[in-house]
């Protein structure tokens, strides 16, 4: 079908599908679960409509990634047929109100897969890039950060180097623990970081007694040896009690850090009043929240700077309206962007950084040569910044011959130890 064509079926009749009015001539006829291993573990979802325009969503979820797979195949595909591709609203209070059961990370994983997928069909279907659904574009592009980790803080600082030299204007730096066997977040190969293995989980063995000595060594030595300018990043993992992050954040103040991520768990949202009590280091949390409500209190109470939610979060849908909450009390968006976020969220990540104004940045972490033959996508990198490309959707596409070289492999996300062997935060 020719893009006028589409547009003369969207202005014809309508007709009735389980109680709602199909008013855009299209509807979704079926929908496919792809799951597969180019270079990591990614779950691809692919509606179809009988319009002939597919939409595709991202439905990974690292170390769970069958269990999203089985929620849309068994039981969110079956009730998509028939259905209005543009009634992205309708749909999205369906599978959420309608399921009774909310929120949770493989309920959402699954709501945003569609969710995206169903924007990426409307915006073909209209011929224009997904931005302009959305709002516009509100910037000439969209900040990203990359990923500097080293086995010593002089590696650490060479790996900073390099990206400010690729013109990178933030970097999240990261650096082995002396006397620690491995630090999460510390990757072993220099180009890409995996957290997730093959086989068992990983055991990690933390002090948080010995990070937190380190860490402020490090940032000492990177500001001393890089300047003021770059905006520089940390991630604890969740690692730390508040009190401890708060002691972690003071004495990170010399260095003048953009933010401070994940310093504690945040199921309990009011333990960042300890944190908030005792440093201006700025905070990040959120990449491990699925719902507006993980953030509500946090956001409300002005507890954090940055909210790290991505697409993952529901859909676009879903983060257009927490990142308008947000906005209220001058809380930014800086949303989770790692490798187990498919080429896929990417592409929907940067059109909704492209057009909402209170986002500050986007992480941005490399996707393996194998994982990018999979996903040819209009996405670029230049200078600091980057575009989500002008193609008509997300821009993001799918190669099931490709994917079907690499089937899915089973990994894990590693746990996480003190010393003493107890189980402690990941
Ligand atoms: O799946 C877990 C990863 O996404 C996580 O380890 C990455 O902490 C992370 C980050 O900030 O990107
Ligand atoms: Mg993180």
Known sequence: MTMSETRRTIASGTAVVNGIGVASGLKITDAKVFTCCPGRNFVTLKIYTDGGIYGLGDATLNGRELAVASYLTDHVIPCLIGRD???????????YRGAYWRKGPVT????????VALWD???KALNTPLYNLLGGKVRNGVMVYGHANGASIDQAIEEVRGYAERGYLAVRTQCAIPGLPSTYGVSKDKMFYEPATLGQPEENVWSSESYMRHVPKLFERVRTALGEDLHLLHDVHHRLTPIQAGRLGKDLEPYRLFWLEDAVTAELQEGFRIIRQHTT???AVGEVFDSVWDARQLVTEQLID????????????AMKKIAALADLYH???GSHGATDLSPVMMGAALHFDMSTTNVAIQEFMRHTPETLDVFPRAYSYADGYMQPGDAPGHGVDFDEERAAHYPYKRAYLPVNRKVDGTLWNW
């Not at 959402?108 to 969710?115: H, K, L, P, T």
């Not at 790290?308 to 529901?314: K, L």
């Open 281 to 283: 280091t700025p905070l």
């Open 108 to 115: 959402m994983g699954a709501i945003s897969a569609v969710d």
């Open 306 to 317: 940055y909210l790290r939610m991505s697409v993952r979060a529901g859909g676009i849908t």
């Open 331 to 333: 809380v930014q968006i």
């Open 121 to 123: 069909i409307k915006a």
């Open 85 to 95: 591709p543009f009634q992205t609203e309708d749909i999205w209070q369906y599978l």
